[in-house]
């Protein structure tokens, strides 16, 4: 017994030497650290580490491992790799993407069906998308959300560089078939806006089970009216009042069954055949539509109207017109 | 035992010590030459960004010096000079914003406020200028003329009794130079709450002159109204004028006719062509640039209607009828009169019935008959495929309700000739048929009830 308390003495000192020589080494590496870093309230500039990357420093650094861009963005001309110098911005100060060159756009895609092959301009075959995804991760965009982009429109946060927003209209079945796998190989999201009237109703029809799946991969869904219905025209024999309130229905009965669908608050909007008019948007402003995408060509500053948003169809299949869409930067003297 | 444990702890505490110095040691050259390097360069760029004037980077590169060390002079007295100096730019071009937003000066004013934000991202005023306001809504505007020597400002006398009033034409009319406007100009002056028009003498367009065009190969409105207008997107102008009710169906050798309008250059009276032939200029009036247009301005536009009939045609063509259903109705939806869109609607739903009734499923070929006939009138054949299918459907439930019956499966039996009823009341002895089944359900009902 004696012998067995004098052992266990014995091992409780060496523990404590052992804990105390590991705070040693903690604190002495700690000022190793700090030495190898530099850091201040702006910035840290530090030395690539091996197997480093803008995902781990981001985690580290910016508590968020999907802030990688940031890292990226900053560090544009640099390649990561052991002992290269990294700059990691602390503070996010150019919210709206502005140099004294000019300032940042973003450009929205608007697709509708897909095919393995088809001839249709509404109808991207499949191999051309895989083309056109391709070509997006290669060349350092980053698929967004709108999520994000309201972030930058309202002037709350900055969004990558390069960023792009791919947006899906109607709700075609072929979108969960064919669009869906090859957007997953390349870590992209889209945004579909889908009428109500065509969900579930046809095997052309995307289900209300498969647009679950897809939001619960990240994915965004947006309203584009209940029967896909042109907003800007009355109908023949209709009077004033009953053509108001048909608009209204369209846009409040979408947002409702979807929000009860997929228990969200749906705050997207697509007008159908990009046709609005200032009643229109009133109308939407109403039911709590906060940002609603045309079929206007060109891309979006950071004080663009977020009810009317511009966006481009991909519609010709050659990559020199799908690039020419891609544009990131307006060029103008900011001095 | 005890030897052992105590040269372990040793030669453990010796290995951290000793590798946490050789970590320092490589510490130290990068905090000593290299950190010199660094500073340096960051200095260099500092300054190069300062001559070019990009004030913005030339700081950040005085904030990464001050990051590698903090308590370098000149980083510390030439990011304080930058900050201060930013501030106050950032200021003067607010200003000179303002005073260009006053004027009418719209877009360069946005590029002054652009700027300011470059230079001072907080500055929250600059931010509200630029972001965009409410548009102005309004039901009612009168056209009025732009007369010589007359102002946007002079308008908004006229109109509202208040020259400082004319921004709210400016932004009606979305124009990004209040300023820049010609005389013979149609400017919409709207009617606003709060603010009545002063003047409500409503002037009517007369323009009625116009040219007439023939289509060549290839061509279509928009690229005409690009010819004459110098502007893609002009080409409902000429639609309406020549009363078309779809833009994009128009074929060779048409002849239409393209009006003059005030507003607009007439190019093609520039090119002193006054008849049929009309060859497109080889330069074309350039639209000015706004960063809206982002250079897509010279394109041809989408029709979106167009397109969705494309892909219907498309499903027709590979027999897909209800694909192509789809796609047809969105057509309609935005064009109830599209003749051809009509005509493939009509044919669709009828080979989609003639597909669905040669599957047996009779009500469902029926009613796309029926639909047919509803896109075309005078489809004789329509409405032979509607009895004919209704008559099968019928016949076909009517004998398995029959059978049912003979089986004594009563509930069965009323449930297929409730399907025939449910088309034609009359048919046959359905009406009593059913009578009877119900009655004998209902005494084979009361006979359980009274057993239990």
Partial sequence: MKSLRANRLKHSVITLFICGGGLFFFISCATFKTARVFQSDDYIICQLKDKETPDTLAEKYLGDRKKFWVIEDANEDISFEKNKIIVIPLKEKNIGGLTANGFQVVPILCYHRFAKDCKSLLCMPAHIFEQQMKYLDENGYRVINFRQLNDFLEYRHAIPRKAVIISIDDGYRSVYDICYPILKKYGFNATLFVYTDFINVSKNSLTWKQLAIMKADGFEIGAHTVSHSDLTRQKEGEDTPAFMARIEKELRVSKQIIDKKLGQNTILLAFPYGRYNRNVLEISTRLGYRTAVTVKRGTNPFFADSLTLRRTQVLKRDMKTFISVLKSFHKISLK | MKKIRVLILGVLIVVMIGGCAGISGITEKFTGSKKKA???????????????????????????????????????????????????????????????????????????????????????????????????????????????????????????????????????????????????????????????????????????????????????????????????????????????????????????????????????????????????????????????????????????????????????????????????????????????????LYNTHFQYGIALFGKGDYLAAKKNFETSFSYNKDCDKCQDYVKKSGEIYMETHYNRGLSYYGNQQLTEAVREWELVRSIDPNYKDVEKDIQKAKTLLERLENIKKSKQ
Avoid: W
């Fill in chain 2, 38 to 344: 660094l500073v340096q360069t960051y200095i260099r760029n500092g300054q190069e960004y300062e001559n070019k004037g990009d004030l913005v980077q030339a700081l950040k590169q005085y904030k990464l010096v001050l990051t590698v060390d903090p308590k370098n002079k000149e980083a510390i007295e030439k990011s304080g000079l930058l900050e201060k100096n930013m501030r106050v730019l950032a200021q003067e071009h607010y200003r000179k914003g303002l005073k260009l937003r006053k004027k009418g000066k719209y877009q360069l004013a946005r590029k002054e406020f652009l700027t300011t934000l470059e230079l001072q991202p907080d500055h929250l005023e600059a931010l509200r200028a630029i972001k965009p306001k409410k548009e102005i809504s309004a039901k009612k505007y009168i056209i009025h003329t732009i007369q010589p020597g007359e102002s946007l400002a002079m308008v908004a006398k006229t109109y509202y009794g208040d020259y400082k009033k004319f921004p709210i034409i400016a932004k009606f009319n979305n124009m990004s130079d209040a300023t820049q406007i010609t005389v013979g100009q149609k400017i919409k002056v709207p009617e606003i709450d709060g603010v009545a028009l002063l003047t409500k003498k409503q002037e009517i367009e007369t323009g009625e002159k116009y040219i007439i065009h023939t289509i060549k190969p290839g061509e279509s409105l928009a690229i005409v109204a690009k010819t004459y207008y110098g502007d893609y997107k002009k080409f409902p102008i000429i639609a309406e004028f020549n009363n078309m009710p779809d833009a994009t169906q128009i074929t060779v050798g048409q002849k239409i006719k393209v009006p003059e309008i005030e507003e607009m250059p007439f190019l093609a009276s520039k090119h002193e062509i006054k008849t049929k032939e009309v060859k497109a200029p080889d330069s074309v009036g350039l639209d000015r640039e706004t960063i809206e247009d982002e250079g897509h301005a010279e394109e041809e536009p989408i029709d979106e209607v167009a397109n969705y009939r494309f892909l219907g045609i498309e499903h027709f063509n590979n027999k897909e009828y209800p694909a192509a259903i789809v796609e047809f109705n969105k057509v309609l939806n935005a064009n109830p009169d599209d003749k051809s869109t009509r005509e493939y």
